[in-house]
Every structure is written in C-alpha cells, then in structure tokens.
C-alpha cells in the first residue's frame, strides 16, 4: 500500500497562514476519523500535533488546527512563526489493524 | 509524565536479526485499551509504522513487513521488543517507539530514538 500523499515542500512568511494537504483513500483517511499529524525538527523526535483530525492535544497552539474532506485532511498553521519551520507528517488509521503516514511535507517560514 | 526510550544496536550486519527494546514509564501496558508502536525514519526519508502491541497482547504488523516482525511486551520490566530479521542496509533507519492511548488511537508522546545501520 501507498503511503499518503503529501506535498513536498510549502512556504510562508511570518504572520501567515498555510494549508498542508494529506490525500488518502476511501479505505484509509476517508474512512474514519482518525488522522494525526506531527511535527518533526531536525535530529528530534516527531511531535502530536492534531490527533482524530481536528482535536488539539494540551499545550499545542492553538495556531495549528486540522480538517478533513472526503478522502483529504488538512493541517493549517495560522500565524506563521520561525518556529514552525519543520517537517510535518500526517498519520492515519488504514483499517485491517495498521497504520500509514505521509510522505511528509517541508515546511520553509521565509 | 509518559517517557520511553528505545535502545539496541547501533550497527548490524546483512542477514542479522535486529532486537530493540522500548523501555517505559508513566504508564502501564497492563492498563485497558493503552499500546506501544514501533515506527522507523530512513536517512532523510519519510516515517514508516511498523508494529503495535496492546495491553491485552494484540498485535498488529505493517503488511509489507509483516513475515519479519515480531513484537512482544513484558509488562513487569515496563519493555516492549521488535525484532525485524533478515536486515539489509536498506532497513538502515532511526527506530522509534511511541505509546498509543487507546485502539487506534494516535501515537503520543514518542521516544528520542535509535540509529541503526545496516553494514557489513
């Protein structure tokens, strides 16, 4: 099975807003609500930034929010800050017991 | 505080069998509906799920690895344990373990990591 579909690489400049896509299937993301996303620094582990795709865990900014249409959920990161720029991953439940991930997508603040 | 801590190896040889241990704390894998997942990053690539085991001993493998893995708890040492046989270079990749609140639930927090090499 395919990992899911992410951009590459998206940019913003500080004060913005930006949108990371995450394209799956309808046996995958489409089929339950259970897509997580995270954030990764260089050399550290990944970080739970969205889980179920929309909650918030405790101590997340409130600038990172999550949605999800038919077979595609989002991340956007509103606010843009230096310390946002990091590689972001999206998870999600694929069914027949086993997860998938993202491709992962490069997040550049200008 | 939930922490976990991954460890084993740092370089196998090709055909080698890799064994990593998670060690916990703050939590206990004898508690209804919590798991512990094994998830590898290559060099510069993508995160890959690998396994999970829950507290009643489910368990579940990536289909494409599946007939290399195994994963076993130990819920008195407060461990969990892969094992991914056959290593190629190709397996070369930072191993992490990450705990799992509930059934297919995300995976929250997760440890700092293990680099392991496949060389000969």
């Known amino acids: 099975q395919s990992a899911l579909t992410q951009p590459a690489s998206v940019s913003g400049s500080p004060g913005q807003s930006i949108t990371i896509s995450c394209t799956g299937t309808n046996s995958d993301v489409g089929s339950y609500n259970l897509v997580s996303w995270y954030q990764q620094h260089p050399g550290k582990a990944p970080k739970l930034m969205i889980y179920?795709?929309?909650k918030r865990p405790s101590g997340v900014s409130n600038r990172f929010s999550g949605s999800k249409s038919g077979n595609t959920a989002s991340l956007t990161i509103s606010g843009l800050q230096a310390e946002d720029e990091a590689d972001y991953y999206c998870?999600?439940?694929?069914?027949?017991?086993?997860?998938?991930f993202g491709g992962g997508t490069k997040l550049t603040v200008l | 505080q939930i922490t976990l801590k991954e460890s084993g190896p740092t370089l196998v040889k090709p055909t080698q069998t890799l064994t990593l241990t998670c060690t916990f704390s703050?939590?206990?894998?004898?508690?209804?509906?919590?798991?512990v997942g094994w998830i590898r990053q290559p060099p510069g690539k993508a995160l890959e799920w690998l396994a999970l085991i829950y507290w009643n001993d489910d368990k579940r493998y990536s289909p494409s690895l599946k007939s290399r893995l195994t994963i076993t708890k130990d819920t008195s040492k407060n461990q969990v344990v892969l094992t991914l046989t056959n290593m190629d270079p190709v397996d070369t990749a930072t191993y992490y373990c990450?705990?799992?609140?509930?059934?297919?639930?995300?995976?929250?927090?997760w440890g700092q990591g293990t680099l392991v090499t496949v060389s000969s």
């Open positions: 703050g939590f206990s894998l004898s508690s209804t509906g919590v798991g």
């Open positions: 990450a705990h799992s609140i509930s059934w297919n639930s995300q995976f929250d927090p």
């Open positions: 998870c999600s439940y694929a069914g027949t017991s086993h997860w998938m």
């Open positions: 179920e795709d929309s």
